[in-house]
Every structure is written in structure tokens, then in C-alpha cells.
């Protein structure tokens, strides 16, 4: 996936996205893909029968969405595309060859270019200077990050940002200590109670050996919540218990 236009250290959020086909190097297919800015709840547009089914955080935000999810041939060509990208504001991607009849592959390629373009955007707003937001009057970038990843990316971050802790820890690196324990008590504000950040947070915090048996101990504990597995978290609850004081 190149950018033919725009930049990959800064994603504009909306890109065209298009493919190359082997039986006509002229021909092009093409699809758009889009992060929301703002997140959703799809759950409040939707009948309640169908609502009541869905996981409560699932829903919350969408990563970068392909529209189509499988690219449609694209008849003006890329020339086309390009100044339709251009006009528009979009980044416009290269994303290789592909066979128009090999649906499958089709949606393969889109939804990994979806997840790619959306890892740069996050990695794009980590980097956004945190006083020129609060002076343009917008809230934390941290708080916009956790609020377009999914659940289970939260929980990766959590896993990411409890490492980071045990090491300021390691290193005795109080101010690194308070500001990753501030990112994390961030993010749990936007997952569900019952992965205990506030715990993961204390435990990771803990030096030494047992700290670090505890903090990975917690990790564990919310990856065994998230995939339901109840018998792996019984036992991971009474490893906890017995490091416990």
C-alpha cells in the first residue's frame, strides 16, 4: 500500500484506495476507506432487539470502514481517480494488483489496508502536540485515540501501557510512572469495569518480582474476560489471590 497522494506520517482519515488488474493494467478497482472522527454507538440506531445482542463496548467506535468492502471496478481509470482524490482532500493509495473475480482476496486486501491505514492514524494522532489541541479547544488526544479503537485494540493498548509502566518503575522514573499511569486511568474510562484497571495500574506500579508477576497476572486475567474463557480466568484469580497480601 503506497500513497500516491498525502503522507503516511499524516493520514487525513479518508483515503481511495485502488488496484491494478492483471488481465488490463488500464483498468482500475477501487474502494474508500473512512475512520470516523466521531465516535458511535450503533447500537442506539438499530431495533432494540438487535441492540440488546451486541457486545456493549463493540459498538462504541468503528476503525477505518472500506466502502465497498470489495473494490468495484472504477470505469474513468485512475487519472480519474487521482483528481477525484485531489478535488475531494483524500489520500489516494496504491494497493497493487488484484483479479476482479477473486472476490475473496478482494476483501482480504481492503480490510488489511483498512487496519494498516487506521494503525497510521492512531500513530498519527499519538504524535499531534497535546497544548495546540487544548489551545484549539479540542479534548485529549489520548482520550480521541481510545475512543476509535475497538475493545479489544484497548486491551492491547492496556497490555502496551502496563509494559511502559513496569519499566518507568524499574527505573524509577516518577514522572514517567504518574504520566503512564495517567494515560491508563484515561484508558479506563472507555472499557468496562470488569477488567479492574484501577488494579491493573496498582500492580504494575508494585516493584519487584511479585509486581511483576501481578501486573502480568492482570493482563492475562482481562484477555481471559474478553475471550471468555472462564476456566483459564479461575485459575488466573487464584494465582492472583495468592500473591496477594
Do not use: W
Not at 492491547?156 to 519499566?167: D, P, S, T, W
Amino acid at each position: 500500500m503506497d500513497f500516491e497522494r498525502g503522507s503516511s506520517a499524516e493520514p487525513k482519515g479518508h483515503a481511495l484506495i485502488y488496484f491494478r488488474t492483471p488481465q488490463d493494467p488500464s483498468a482500475v478497482l477501487a474502494s474508500y476507506l473512512i475512520i470516523p472522527p466521531v465516535p458511535m454507538n450503533l447500537a442506539r440506531y438499530m431495533p432494540p432487539m438487535f441492540a440488546a445482542g451486541m457486545p456493549a463496548q463493540g459498538v462504541q467506535a468503528l476503525g477505518a470502514v472500506p466502502l465497498p468492502p470489495v473494490p468495484e471496478a472504477f470505469a474513468d481509470g485512475r487519472g480519474a481517480l487521482a483528481r477525484l482524490a485531489e478535488a475531494r482532500g483524500d489520500d489516494l493509495l496504491d494497493g497493487g494488483t488484484l483479479d476482479p473475480e477473486d472476490a475473496q482476496r478482494g476483501l482480504l486486501l481492503v480490510s488489511e489496508a483498512a487496519r494498516q491505514y487506521q494503525q497510521l492514524y492512531e500513530d498519527y494522532l499519538r504524535r499531534l502536540p497535546a497544548p495546540e489541541l487544548e489551545e484549539a479547544g479540542t479534548v485529549d488526544v489520548s482520550d480521541v485515540l481510545f475512543s476509535l479503537m475497538t475493545e479489544r485494540q484497548r486491551l492491547g493498548e492496556l497490555a502496551k501501557l502496563a509494559g511502559k509502566l513496569r519499566y518507568a518503575v524499574e527505573g524509577r522514573d516518577a514522572r514517567q510512572v504518574a504520566e503512564t499511569a495517567r494515560e491508563m486511568e484515561a484508558l479506563g474510562k472507555h472499557v468496562p469495569e470488569k477488567y479492574r484497571v484501577g488494579e491493573v495500574i496498582a500492580a504494575a506500579q508494585e516493584p519487584g518480582q511479585r509486581g511483576e508477576r501481578l501486573s502480568q497476572l492482570y493482563i492475562d486475567r482481562c484477555y481471559r474476560l474478553a475471550e471468555e474463557d472462564y476456566a483459564g480466568l479461575r485459575q488466573i484469580e487464584e494465582e492472583i489471590k495468592k500473591l496477594r497480601p
